[in-house]
């Protein structure tokens, strides 16, 4: 298999952030400019090693909070809990997998979720969404995606060949050189579903936004070390 093409990393803008509210959700107490700049990562459990080592890597540990998240129905729950013991946060991010769960029972759970957020924090949560499973993000490290991939187990059974081909590491680090490729491929799949299925995210298409969230990182790493949004 040869190697892909280097990609220079995109830039997203930052969602607008709203002034914080005082609701019972928040920390009592004064603001705190370190909590005011921190943003929330909501993800599966088994998925966190992958983040936390991104997270390392681009020396975020400071800005970027994370906490597991196995089902949708306990995002109020876990994102409760977070803004109790870090928050306030400037973004949310919640990575959800939609493969134990029909379209509709994520989306009516999901709106009920951002609309209750938005009022009590002021913070538009962001959804990165992984159909059917996490590892759809891993396949497009290594091809673009077929037409037929919707199948957790073959998803799975493929990426697990592919890591094999790599030197032995932890799962970021054997993936990482092939990122600019992921994003590449995960953009075109978007772009794809939203010129041919309204409202792709909502239905049983194969895919993933979590080409956002790695962009985002970066421009946090950027401004990080060069204190310029570019």
Not at 36 to 61: D, G, I, S
Not at 62 to 90: I, N, W, Y
Not at 110 to 132: A, N, S
Not at 173 to 183: C, D, F, G, K, V
Request: glycine share 4%; with cysteine.
């Amino acid at each position: 298999m040869s190697g892909p093409a280097k990609t220079t990393l995109i830039r997203t803008p930052v969602h607008a952030i709203r002034e914080r509210t005082d609701t019972s959700l928040e920390r009592s107490g004064p603001k705190r400019t370190m909590g005011n700049r921190r943003h929330l990562l909501l993800a599966p459990a088994v998925t966190l090693p992958y983040f936390q080592k991104m997270r390392a890597a681009l020396e975020l540990e400071s800005l970027v909070v994370m906490a597991a998240l196995d089902a949708p129905h306990q995002l109020v729950r876990t994102t409760q809990s977070q803004l109790r013991q870090a928050g306030p946060f400037q973004r949310i991010e919640c990575v959800l997998e939609w493969h134990d769960m029909e379209a509709v029972t994520c989306r009516e759970t999901w709106e009920t979720y951002e609309k209750k957020l938005l009022e009590q924090t002021g913070v538009r949560p962001c959804l990165l969404r992984c159909y059917p499973v996490f590892e759809i993000w891993l396949w497009l490290h290594f091809a673009p995606l077929d037409a037929i991939c919707t199948d957790a187990t073959r998803i799975r059974q493929q990426v697990n060949d592919w890591l094999t081909t790599l030197p032995p590491a932890d799962l970021y680090t054997q993936t990482a050189p092939l990122l600019p490729a992921a994003i590449t491929r995960a953009q075109e799949l978007t772009r794809h579903h939203l010129a041919t299925t309204p409202d792709s995210r909502w239905q049983d298409t194969p895919g993933t936004q979590l080409h956002e969230l790695v962009l985002f990182w970066y421009k946090l790493a950027r401004k990080k070390f060069t204190g310029q949004d570019s």
